[in-house]
């Protein structure tokens, strides 16, 4: 069969634009209203897209009120998302830092039964001073000691995940018996982070366990994602970063004893389309038009753990020595390094530079006609940049609209993208295997033999 790419719907505000919501392209609806979710999701499942994804933040930025950076909790979303869709794939982001083991294999045990096989988890270790208060920590995890955390966390979740056999349940209501408690063990995990005896209260999900699935580009992000993501949202600037940063991470995977093909790269892309490259290009100006730069550099400091970016001029070029070494920063390592390698190349003003991340916050943007985007997509899966793509519309639902409408009948016809979807669960769409349980297989006894 032909290597056929992946699409994810990354849904998040009324655009990735920074001033989407003031855009009229934009949905009226409130960002806490479900139907606006659901109508997106809807709307991307007929597009035949592998999956959504829905982000989090952990904490009410400082600039709420020029901007809206709020919207409904992922977790609860997504259970009400997947009664309102059937087939398309289903990611929510949790952290590792500021939630346990426990409670969040349970969460997407449920969701992964509730969707029949369709959920995701978007790992992450959290850096944020805010989100610290608000969970009551004191101090901050540096950036090697939230990794530390989360392998042992891996290690907590898999094993619960995997604490019931799949034929654990017999439902025998003739009998008397509802399980086989044979077939259910504790985990008895206790480590320097963790203490968790298990067994998880429910049977193993329809996958087995969620799609893992990772965003962290640093070194200890990469050899995180080598060992556990199945599927990683990456950021690039250009094609030349995503040809390395692709490489290299699927050869740390063959290092850690997997196949390269399991573990799927899906760079970032905001694509501004229209019907003529002009009118693209008159789409995204007036895109930055409304943007307040203000804005953009209380989320540049922010990238940078709190960085005071204030006495910079905004059309003075920028230099790599305005900005903290990126080796030293506890927050988003992976998008600082980014930022300040585009700034290296480039030499752009702190204006252009605040538009550029105006546009996704560091992930591939670009305008132009539907076939421009349909090349660069193909273009990019065929020279080993990409194994599909994280889609960003800038504005939602307008440029959705847009892509399903005129980018994928493209891809269909050049055999790069499906025509209908062939499985059921998200691993199905990803090409995935689901995960054995780790018990020894035995054969499931007639009911008479229980009695």
């Not at 990469?222 to 250009?238: C, I």
């Amino acid at each position: 069969m032909t290597r056929q790419l992946h699409l994810n719907l990354f849904i998040q505000s009324r655009g990735h634009h920074e001033a989407s919501w003031r855009h009229p392209g934009a949905s009226p609806l409130p960002l806490t209203d479900i139907d606006y979710y659901g109508g997106l999701a809807r709307q991307a499942e007929a597009g035949l897209f592998d999956s959504i994804f829905l982000a989090d933040t952990l904490a009410m930025l400082d600039t709420v009120a020029q901007a809206p950076s709020s919207w409904l909790e992922p977790i609860t979303a997504l259970g009400a998302l997947a009664a309102m869709t059937r087939r398309i794939g289903l990611i929510a982001t949790a952290s590792t830092t500021y939630t346990e083991p426990y409670n969040l294999a349970r969460q997407f045990a449920s969701l992964d039964h509730i969707s029949r096989g369709r959920v995701g988890w978007n790992i992450v270790t959290t850096w944020l001073a805010p989100a610290a208060r608000n969970f009551g920590t004191i101090g901050l995890v540096d950036h090697a000691g939230r990794y530390e955390r989360g392998e042992e966390f891996m290690e907590v979740v898999k094993g619960l995940w995997d604490s019931w056999a799949d034929d654990a349940v017999l439902d025998d209501r003739t009998a008397g018996r509802y399980a086989r408690g044979e077939r259910i063990r504790a985990i008895d995990h206790a480590g320097p982070h963790y203490r968790v005896a298990g067994p998880l209260n429910m049977p193993r999900g329809p996958q087995g366990r969620p799609v893992f699935v990772q965003a962290g580009s640093s070194e200890t992000g990469r050899r995180f994602a080598a060992r556990h993501a199945e599927a990683v949202f990456t950021a690039q600037m250009e094609k030349k970063t995503a040809q390395d940063f692709y490489a290299d991470l699927k050869r740390l995977a063959v290092a850690e004893g997997r196949a390269p093909e399991r573990i799927l790269i899906l760079p970032g892309l905001s694509p501004v389309i229209g019907g003529t490259e002009t009118e693209a290009r008159r789409i995204a100006q007036e895109l930055n038009d409304l943007t307040d730069p203000e804005v953009g550099r209380k989320r540049l400091s922010g990238r940078f753990g709190g960085h005071d970016f204030s006495h910079l001029p905004l059309d003075r070029p920028l230099r790599p020595e305005d900005f903290p070494d990126p080796g030293t920063v506890q927050a988003a390592r992976s998008r600082t390094e980014v930022i300040v390698g585009l700034v290296k190349r480039e030499t752009p003003t702190l204006r252009q530079l605040l538009a550029y991340l105006a546009g996704a916050r560091g992930h591939y943007t670009t305008a132009g006609t539907p076939e421009q985007i349909a090349d660069l997509i193909a273009d990019w899966f065929a020279d080993g940049a990409a194994d599909g793509f994280n889609l960003m519309p800038p504005v939602l639902p307008s440029m959705l609209d847009a892509f399903i409408a005129e980018v994928i009948p493209l891809l269909q016809r050049r055999g790069l993208f499906r025509t209908a979807y062939e499985g059921e669960t998200l691993r199905d769409h990803f090409g995935l295997e689901r995960p054995g349980d780790g018990f020894a297989a035995t054969a499931r006894p007639a009911a008479a033999a229980d009695d």
